[in-house]
């Protein structure tokens, strides 16, 4: 089973939905991730959370909204998703070492 | 702002090390190096990581110059399965509790390994 486990898969959705994108983690970290990936321009961070009570906005979190229910689950909405919201996020959690550890993706289109 | 840069793409003979350099000029004391890759869509997967020494695991080392402005990552025998974006990214650790680190991911190298 893999430690970081992202549902769902892939979605395709409609303008102005509400979608929400859940993230749940067995390694017990407490630190935890939503990055988003767009072709040629790497991994941009839109929340983080360092634990359970704590929310931080990343460099691209207009039009995103987290929720941290428990250390090992941490959820992200788009509440009115748009065209330009297609991409591919991905989860994360890191240890004491900073080591991060990632999800396999979510493909998400919005149509 | 970016704190590394990378060249964006290299080429590299199968069963060959691929070296690949890192520029860091701006690294602050208390931050490590880190190096993760991403194989095609897949979510990054953690290399290795190091602070002045040099280190070794069972995927790659990794060199750090003495004034720690440069590393560079080396994957001694390169296979298909190498080909990746691999990044470089500097932070600080966790337990230095420097407040809000966290990972920022740039670009990257694109490797490919060339049969």
């Known amino acids: 089973d893999a430690d970081v486990t992202q549902t769902p898969r892939n979605r395709i959705t409609k303008t102005g939905k509400r979608i929400m994108l859940e993230c749940s983690q067995t390694?017990?970290?407490?630190?935890m991730y939503w990055y988003r990936q767009d072709p040629g321009l790497g991994l941009r961070l839109i929340y983080y959370?360092?634990?359970?009570?704590?929310?931080n906005k990343g460099e691209i979190s207009d039009g995103y909204s987290v929720s941290r229910q428990a250390q090992a689950k941490f959820s992200l909405s788009l509440e009115s998703a748009i065209p330009n919201q297609t991409a591919l996020y991905f989860c994360?959690?890191?240890?004491?070492?900073?080591?991060?550890?990632f999800g396999q993706g979510t493909r998400l289109t919005v149509v | 702002d970016a704190k590394t840069t990378q060249p964006p793409s290299m080429d590299c003979a199968e069963g060959r090390a691929a070296n690949l350099p890192c520029n860091h000029s701006?690294?602050?004391?208390?931050?490590?190096v880190y190096w993760y890759r991403q194989i095609h869509s897949q979510g990054p997967q953690y290399i290795i990581h190091?602070?002045?020494n040099n280190e070794t695991n069972e995927m790659a080392s990794l060199i750090i110059t003495e004034d720690r402005k440069s590393s560079t990552l080396i994957l001694p025998h390169a296979t298909l399965r190498d080909t990746a974006v691999y990044y470089c990214?500097?932070?600080?650790?966790?337990?230095?509790?420097?407040?809000?680190?966290?990972?920022?991911f740039g670009t990257g190298t694109r490797l490919t390994i060339i049969p």
């Open positions: 994360a959690t890191s240890d004491y070492n900073d080591r991060a550890f």
């Open positions: 390694k017990g970290h407490d630190r």
């Open positions: 959370s360092f634990d359970v009570k704590d929310i």
């Open positions: 701006t690294i602050s004391g208390n931050e490590y």
């Open positions: 190091g602070l002045k």
């Open positions: 990214i500097v932070s600080p650790l966790i337990i230095s509790n420097f407040g809000n680190e966290k990972l920022t």
